[in-house]
């Protein structure tokens, strides 16, 4: 009986799952391979990026650049009646922060905000990095095109915005281009500050740092695979919350973590071709990127990116060596798979967009009983709710039920003990929030 009711729910978990919207087909279609190139090839063109490069001119230079990148989200802008409010955020970093800041230098971002509808005040956020670097980390008058890194995550980042300007959301977006990445993350770091300053309640962000290369260092090609990396749990935690983990469980299940398999679950949806690979790091190992600042704020945030990196495209000074050709330089990127990273990023941010808030408070019950029992809080605009499952080992919530429009319910048959457990909320358009693990419990 009870492997029965198991299948019931497992049948109800795919019915609900097997639910699609034509829109987010529309958003993959309408992304353009050719618009990414022609941005590519642009930001290359500006010669070096480098944070601490000139600013003044018109055609070479970090300034140029982004200003060319505010330019466009202007025009995204203007085409869809003004619905972008596009800024500059800066920081003045001094000489001396750290061994790469070998002059004052003001670190700017650009950042095209898309105010929602009805929570205007939630933001998911794309980024993409604006400055480049070549070996010498110091050296910043040296050509460095950064086409993949980062050139190609800036330019999905600014199609990005124009697919999605087209629509209206309940969530807020943010398209942001950052600065002071290779340099130490000055820029992402700055925008946390500013997000927390101005209080934003931040849904998430998706990082793009490298998604143009298919041709890795290890012999591999591939145009479908991509990595989903994300650290376990806050570094903003509690003493209480890390000592509830040790009992309760949680150690793979943060807030990052949980944005991680939404991203995941939604690419297996709409773009099963694709093959997102959960990474559970924070970033590569010993190296770090613009979602790290996110994160140690207290936001969850995620890096996208290509699975299989070239090293000697990456932050080499352009040159042949032992017959190698050394330089992150326009011809190595695949234009066709940068369109389809930036179409996971763009279904993500409109599934999280069109998305009512995750609940606040999950409790969970049910010791030595034959059943897993459950409360949370009520959301506002959900229409229902949906409990997930997965076993202990499991990367992925594997099972699910939707239990409609209620605060409580008792999965029967289903010990406590064996699995982990977490709850979405489900809004009336059937977008989904990210999934809460419990983080109470009841008797």
């Not at 972008?84 to 001396?96: E, H, P, S």
């Amino acid at each position: 009986m009870k492997k029965l009711l198991l299948i019931g729910l497992m049948t109800s978990s795919f019915l609900m799952s097997a639910q699609t919207d034509q829109r987010i087909y529309d958003i993959i279609n309408n992304v353009s391979a050719e618009r990414i190139e022609n941005d590519i090839t642009k930001l290359v063109n500006f010669g070096t990026r480098h944070t601490l490069s000139d600013t003044v001119s018109q055609t070479r230079g970090i300034g140029a650049a982004r200003r060319w990148i505010k330019s466009e989200f202007e025009k995204t802008s203007s085409a869809c009646n003004g619905c972008l409010n596009v800024i500059y955020q800066k920081d003045l970093i001094k000489k001396g922060a750290n061994d790469r800041i070998i002059k004052d230098v003001e670190v700017v971002n650009v950042l095209a905000i898309q105010k929602g509808t009805t929570y205007p005040n939630r933001y998911i956020i794309m980024s993409g990095d604006i400055d480049s670097r070549v070996s010498d980390p110091t050296n910043y008058t040296d050509e460095s095109p950064g086409a993949n890194d980062n050139a190609s995550g800036m330019a999905g980042t600014i199609e990005a915005a124009r697919v999605l300007s087209k629509y209206k959301f309940e969530n807020s977006i943010i398209y942001m281009g950052l600065s002071g990445e290779e340099q130490g993350l000055f820029g992402g770091g700055g925008v946390a500050q500013y997000a927390k300053d101005q209080g934003w309640e931040v849904i998430g962000i998706f990082n793009n740092d490298m998604i143009g290369n298919i041709t890795g260092v290890d012999g591999i090609v591939s145009n479908v695979d991509f990595r989903i990396f994300s650290e376990p749990v806050p570094p903003t935690e509690t003493e209480e919350q890390r000592k509830a983990r040790r009992f309760y469980g949680g150690e793979v299940d943060g807030i990052s973590r949980q944005l991680a398999r939404y991203v995941h679950k939604n690419v297996k949806q709409y773009m099963p071709e694709m093959n997102p690979m959960m990474i559970y790091r924070l970033d590569r190992f010993g190296r770090g990127g613009h979602h790290r600042p996110f994160n140690d704020a207290g936001f969850p945030g995620i890096r996208i990116m290509e699975a299989h990196e070239n090293y000697t495209q990456q932050h080499q000074d352009i040159r042949v060596e032992n017959g190698i050709a050394y330089g992150d330089v326009l011809e190595h990127v695949n234009f066709k798979y940068a369109a389809k990273l930036t179409a996971v990023n763009a279904i993500n941010l409109a599934s999280l967009a069109w998305a009512p808030p995750s609940p606040t408070t999950v409790k969970i019950g049910g010791i030595v009983q034959p059943a897993a029992r459950f409360q949370w809080s009520k959301v506002d605009g959900a229409k229902g709710y949906k409990i997930y499952w997965r076993d202990t080992t499991s990367s992925t919530w594997d099972y699910s039920r939707y239990v409609g429009d209620v605060t409580e319910f008792t999965l029967e048959g289903i010990v406590i003990d064996n699995f982990f457990f977490g709850v979405s909320a489900v809004g009336q358009n059937g977008f989904e929030s990210p999934v809460v693990f419990p983080n109470g419990i009841f008797r």
